[in-house]
């Protein structure tokens, strides 16, 4: 098995040549560096639409990750109204959910507002 210097080498010395990651190559940065090497083969047109999808893909998980931080805060701010029904006191809600004094004050305004808008 060669070292990941001799991986290096053969890189610099036939990749160029290679259409495909030669299947010794274990090493993931070199196999990055072949990744990146067989990109610069790449029409315009070709490095244009990877370029879009990966515009799309990341996105996507920004979407996803402000999806998942927007469903937690809503499921804190269930706990805290259910929290505050039963009157448990304040401080302890926001020791238990470890959420600001103004986060708290801004779920209660929502909650009476709502509550509000319902009568």
Known sequence: MPSELD????LFKEGYKKES?????QSDIVRC???ALDQKRWSQELEY???LYDMALMDYQNDLAESKTEGKYE???EIVITMLGKGIPETTIIK????????L???IKQNNELKDSES
């Open 7 to 10: 991986e290096w080498l053969y």
């Open 21 to 25: 990651i030669p299947p010794f190559i």
């Open 33 to 35: 560096a072949y990744e």
């Open 49 to 51: 639409e990877y370029l």
């Open 75 to 77: 499921a804190v701010k």
């Open 96 to 103: 238990l959910t470890n959420i600001t004094r103004d986060d």
């Open 105 to 107: 004050e801004s779920i």
